[in-house]
């Protein structure tokens, strides 16, 4: 064989950006200007009208300048300015919400290495190797990976078992398992080998990794509207258009008004202007993009690529969640849960017997017998070093682990292996604890039994434990009106006991993968939206029909292409979390929405007065704020509309505050917080601006 080559290390994750990171917010004041260009203005129509009366009130402010005659060219000019800052906020808001979306897929980008690859010439373990570049590597080429080599492209593993470090992918420090075989075949490029070796045969061709795929659709979340934002669109538009119709049709009101009383001014197309950008919803429509943009980029933050903004706002709309019992509503470790004595043992004899079996099992369900067995009987680890002991592991052949103590046996493991090893000492199994390992398998249990030499002791009861605070959490989706339905390959009694103490509101019990597709499509032809986690390839036609499917990264290469999301950490729950990221995200825009057109009112009440009192002396009535002149109250409304703009831009990105209730509670509190609240806001924030102005001198 060739010597391996040095390779490279990981790089170190990225750091997480601040909300105004200097990084972000230098480049994205930048792309505020470059977005002047008039295309990218007519994707959103709202900040297109403000776009055009800018250029408009800008026309006209040079065009008073030249006037020697003219009078109000100040003001002409400051209202130019203060819209063309409304229209640089609304791209400035955008622009970092994209940013973070590119620094995101940069740190992803800076994951990808040149690595030397060691390219077998057959897919098997022990035969020669040649060095190759990474990227020479094509889909069906078999390669080594050895410990301490990064694996230079994705690939199934079809030999071998090893620990892997995906930890520059993932963030998480734990090594994962990986095994030819199985759902935990797959191997992404980018990670590490920690110990062993595995032959993987390449599975995707240069350009088309897991990575690449990743970077693809984090850049790919700057725009692509989804429906909810193409209805909120439709409806902004339907309300520029209205009031764009009324603004039009007030100046010949006034043209008449000023006639038929024989004095006063006609109002002016710079005061139209800035009444028609105060009137139509410019906040909502100013951080509408950046709302979807930033809700791809929370879910990022959690570990999850979303394929597109749409999954994300589905996530947001589900009201089914379909959920695997193990890993996700369980522990998915089996622990030790009861001793079951033979007849003429005791139940501390078993329990001793079991734990010292257990003393060198460092799975989950070994060290969890030796805690039992100390909690049950204060029974505590010995001294073993004088009798020489010979542990003996789990074997996949033998199906049992014990120890030897000189000529003594003591062994546990499955009932049949177990059977097989007394018998095979020419010593009867005893019936009754045959009876004991049926009893636990069928409550849903793993029945292990325990031997000492010839004698069996009993029975130790595995079970599945539902995660702490699960039961809590599944009240939280009620709460929401989200439906929750466990999937398992259990019986029905065992599934039914399990869901009791979740407390789900649904199972599927013996599931199989028609059974999966037919459950979806049944809730689905309801005019439900499901959402699902899996990730081996019998979940794949489920994850396909689901509406929100998160493929676990750790799964087999067809379910990830069934999903629309992959979640780095290979965490079941974590669809719980993916849920609350798309409904913060639609609680985001209804809550801006909300405050958008409730803001308006006030400024009715500044505007209107200040243009019309001169020509209709009754509306002075409404001059409710008591302004300084009417060329302030204009100046004030363009100014806070402004402003408002940017305050917002973190609540944007951030996102209202998730909170786990019903629709109606939801409606309520959004009404109450921001339609109050964008109601009253602005009456104050204009009085105190035209105070400032007042105070100095500006208009």
């Known amino acids: 064989m060739s010597q391996a080559k040095a390779l490279p290390p990981l790089p ?14 230098w480049p994205a004041l930048r792309d505020a200007f470059v977005k002047l260009d008039p295309r990218i203005q007519a994707r959103s129509p709202v900040m297109f009208v403000v776009y055009i ?17 003219a009078t109000d060219s100040g003001f002409i000019l400051a209202i130019s300015v203060w819209l063309w800052f409304t229209v640089l906020f609304a791209n400035f808001a955008e622009a970092l919400a994209e940013g973070r979306s590119k620094a995101q897929a940069a740190s992803l980008r800076g994951l990808k290495q040149t690595v030397m690859a060691k390219k077998l010439a057959t897919p098997k373990y022990g035969t020669g190797w040649l060095p190759v570049p990474g990227g020479d590597l094509r889909k069906g080429h078999a390669i080594l990976v050895e410990a301490g080599d990064v694996i230079p492209i994705d690939g199934e593993v079809i030999e071998g078992v090893a620990s892997v470090d995906e930890s520059a992918i993932t963030g998480e420090s734990a090594p994962v398992i990986r095994e030819s075989g199985g759902d935990f075949s797959a191997v992404t490029g980018g990670t590490r080998i920690l110990s062993d070796w595995l032959v993987v045969r390449v599975s995707v061709n240069p350009g088309e990794t897991f990575l690449d795929r990743m970077i693809t659709m984090v850049e790919g ?4 509207k989804t429906p909810n934002e193409i209805a909120l669109t439709i409806l902004l538009v339907a309300l520029t258009i209205v009031f764009l119709v009324v603004t039009v049709t007030l100046l010949p009101f006034s043209l008449f008004g000023v ?21 139509i919803p410019t906040t909502i429509g100013a951080l509408l993009s950046s709302i979807g943009v930033a809700g791809m980029s929370r879910m990022m933050g959690a570990n999850v690529i979303a394929t597109s903004g749409r999954a994300v706002e589905a996530a947001g709309d589900v009201d089914v969640l379909l959920l695997d019992k193990t890993g996700t509503i369980t522990l998915g470790n089996r622990q030790a849960a009861a001793f079951f004595p033979a007849p003429g043992v005791t139940e501390r004899q078993l329990a001793d017997v079991a ?17 039992l067995a100390k909690q049950r009987f204060d029974i505590r680890e010995r001294e073993l070093g004088t009798l020489q002991p010979v542990f003996l592991p789990f074997s996949a052949n033998t199906r049992m682990s014990g120890v030897d103590l000189g000529a003594r046996q003591v062994r546990k493991g499955a009932a049949e292996a177990v059977r097989k090893h007394v018998e095979a000492m020419g010593l009867p199994y005893p019936p009754e604890v045959a009876r004991l390992a049926e009893e636990v398998s069928r409550r849903g249990g793993t029945p292990l039994v325990v031997a000492d030499g010839g004698d069996v002791m009993g029975v130790v009861e595995l079970k599945d434990i539902v995660k702490g605070g699960i039961k809590e959490r599944f009240a939280e989706l009620r709460r929401m009106g989200i439906k929750t339905v466990m999937i398992t390959g259990d019986n029905r009694l065992t599934a039914a006991a399990i869901a009791a103490e979740a407390g789900v509101d649904d199972f599927l019990a013996e599931a199989t993968p028609e059974d999966k597709l037919k459950l979806i499509r049944g809730y689905q032809a309801q005019g439900r939206l499901v959402a699902m986690t899996g990730d081996g390839t019998n979940d794949a036609p489920a994850l396909a029909q689901a509406d929100v499917a998160v493929v676990m990264n750790s799964g087999t290469q067809a379910a990830k292409e069934a999903g629309n999301m992959v979640d780095l950490d290979s965490n079941p729950t974590k669809l719980l979390e993916i849920v609350e990221i ?20 006030a400024k009715y009440f500044a505007i209107i007065p200040a243009a019309f009192a001169g020509t ?26 402004a402003l408002i703009i940017i305050a917002l831009i973190p609540l944007a990105l951030k996102g209202v505050r998730y909170r786990a209730i019903g629709a109606a509670a939801l409606l309520r509190r959004n ?10 806001l602005p009456f104050a924030g204009i009085k105190l601006i035209d105070m400032i102005l007042s105070a100095l001198h500006l208009v």
Request: charge should be negative; charged fraction near 10%; proline fraction near 5%.
């Open 582 to 601: 798309g409904k913060q995200m639609l609680m985001t825009r209804g809550s801006l929405t909300t405050f958008s057109i409730a803001n308006d009112i």
């Open 671 to 680: 009404i109450l917080v921001y339609g109050v609240g964008g109601i009253v």
């Open 221 to 224: 979340a700057k725009r692509r």
């Open 259 to 279: 006639a038929a009383a024989g004095s006063g001014a006609p109002v002016s197309i710079t005061v139209l202007i800035a009444l028609l950008v105060c009137l």
């Open 616 to 641: 209709y002396p009754e509306l002075a009535a409404l001059d409710v704020m008591g302004l300084t002149s009417p060329d302030s109250a204009i100046m004030s409304a363009v100014i806070f509309n």
């Open 12 to 25: 170190a994750p990225r750091a997480p950006l601040t909300l105004f990171d200097a990084s972000l917010a």
């Open 53 to 69: 009366g800018s250029m408009l009130t800008t026309l006209m402010a040079f065009q008073s300048f030249a006037d020697p005659a």
């Open 355 to 371: 734990q010292l079996a257990s003393m060198a099992d460092e799975t989950p369900e070994g060290r969890s017998i030796v805690v």
